[in-house]
């Protein structure tokens, strides 16, 4: 069986025979048009060190939760997801090969087959039967000098490529890879600095310490923690940094005053915060980090909405973002607004706001984003980047916020090969999305064409100041 629906270029597009013919004209407006990704999670070392991908398991299946997370419900041990003690790169591989029906209809599945026939020319519907041949088809062609990284980020037509980094991190990749006059894409830094704001992360304490040590210009405590964080972000805007983002388990805001937020903060580093504490503290310095980026020019972004690590034995045993990260629902009316009393008509400020949680776009995200100049609409994310509810993303907001208070795709992905094919998927839904309109004689068809440019390339460049 072949995997040509990888190809077909009608994919995703409407049925109906006359709507199609209008998105694949929406389409062929910005289907070359390069690749921005504001918000993801590829190692800048990878692109630097340009080093092969070790194996088509190690590359396609272990490191991708949206994978390994399926493959776990269907009985299939983590163990087994991992090279590593009896079990090789191609035994991964196997198992995942068996569980490719599990795929099917799953965004997962669509990103998958569109890569293994348009990156690695795959083309052969997988099965466990054909695994192994599956498996040396990938493992040649990664051993070919054209499927390095740099040479990947230049076939995938990425212009802009922004990673997430610890705010302690030397960005030495970065200043490596803006050095090198041969190579010619942006890999920017982001500054993520969620393991230094909660307190209940389990490294919090000790990231604290080194934090004020580095950084805190020789003050200790609170406004040694404080004066640090600034120098750090100031460190990532010198670096090339165009944002800091947020993984917060809500977006609450809160606004302390120095004695108050300082007296929670000795309580943390002494061990002593009570879970009331925690969310005071963290909402508080949610505020801080939106006051920075009014100072500093970063852009904001929150993602909130996470439940992490669900199953605390597999969190023990193969540590975070292996796949029981569970939704939850979310408030952002009064939880952003101590933020937005303060900043959210602040000039030049940008708050990207995400979800999780679907029924927040149009009850509470879409009518923050067409009052306060500052907000603007975060692209379904994580669970949500799907054909489906990207659509839904589209329907709910639009009514309510038009196109140009929203972020442009953001693909949010470790799986670098995976990156032209989710920004393909969004292309198409656009186009799609817009291609209605137009047949409902609701927008004309070349404001449709003006639009999606503006949502594809206009709106990254726009709001992550690119």
Not at 176 to 205: C, E, K, N, S
Not at 259 to 265: K, V
Not at 303 to 310: A, E, K, L, V
Not at 325 to 353: C, M, S, W
Request: net charge negative; proline share 7%; hydrophobic share 45%.
């Amino acid at each position: 069986m072949s995997q040509s629906i990888a190809v077909n270029p009608d994919r995703l597009l409407p049925a109906d025979p006359g709507t199609r013919s209008i998105a694949r004209s929406l389409l062929g407006r910005v289907q070359d048009l390069p690749i921005l990704s504001p918000h993801g999670h590829v190692d800048a070392a990878v692109i630097e060190q340009n080093t092969p991908f070790p194996d088509p398991a190690a590359l396609l299946v272990s490191p991708d939760h949206y994978v390994t997370r399926l493959i776990h419900a269907s009985g299939v041990p983590f163990e087994q997801l991992r090279a590593g003690g009896n079990t090789g790169p191609r035994d991964v591989w196997r198992a995942f090969c068996r569980a490719w029906p599990l795929f099917e209809g799953t965004a997962s599945g669509y990103w998958l087959r569109t890569q293994l026939v348009s990156v690695f020319g795959v083309d052969a519907e997988l099965s466990a039967e054909a695994a192994d041949a599956s498996y040396d088809a990938i493992a040649a062609r990664l051993a070919e000098p054209g499927f390095r990284p740099r040479e990947l980020f230049k076939d995938f037509n990425i212009e802009v490529l922004a990673t997430t980094d610890d705010p302690l991190d030397s960005l030495a990749s970065h200043t490596a890879i803006t050095a090198d006059p041969t190579f010619h894409g942006r890999v920017l830094p982001t500054f993520r600095p969620d393991a230094y704001l909660d307190i209940a992360h389990p490294a919090w304490a000790g990231n604290v310490e080194r934090l004020i040590a580095e950084a805190g210009d020789g003050t200790d405590g609170y406004a040694g923690y404080i004066t640090a964080l600034e120098n750090r972000r100031r460190h990532f805007v010198e670096h090339g940094a165009v944002s800091a983002d947020h993984g917060v388990r809500t977006p609450a805001t809160l606004k302390l005053d120095a004695a108050g937020a300082a007296r929670l903060f000795d309580l943390a580093r002494a061990g002593q915060a009570t879970p009331a504490d925690r969310d005071a503290f963290e909402a508080h310095m949610m505020y801080q980090m939106a006051r920075m980026s009014v100072e500093d020019g970063l852009v904001m972004t929150i993602h909130p909405g996470s439940f992490r690590n669900h199953h605390e034995p597999t969190f023990k045993a193969f540590g975070a973002d292996t796949g029981h990260d569970i939704p939850v629902a979310t408030n952002y009316t009064e939880a952003i607004r101590p933020l937005l009393q303060d900043f959210g008509t602040a000039k030049d400020f940008h708050l990207v706001l995400f979800t999780l949680d679907e029924t927040v776009f149009s009850r509470e995200l879409a009518p923050l984003a067409g009052f306060y100049p500052a907000v603007y609409l975060g692209a379904p994310w994580w669970f949500l980047d799907a054909p489906d509810a990207m659509l839904r993303f589209r329907s709910a907001v639009t009514e309510t916020a038009g196109f140009y208070r929203s972020s442009g795709f953001i693909d949010d992905t470790r799986a670098f090969c995976s990156i032209p094919a989710r920004h393909d998927a969004s292309r198409r839904i656009e186009a799609s999305f817009l291609a209605r309109l137009v047949a409902e004689h609701r927008i004309s068809e070349a404001r449709a064409h003006e639009l999606i440019v503006d949502v594809v390339d206009g709106s990254p460049r726009r709001v992550f100041k690119l």
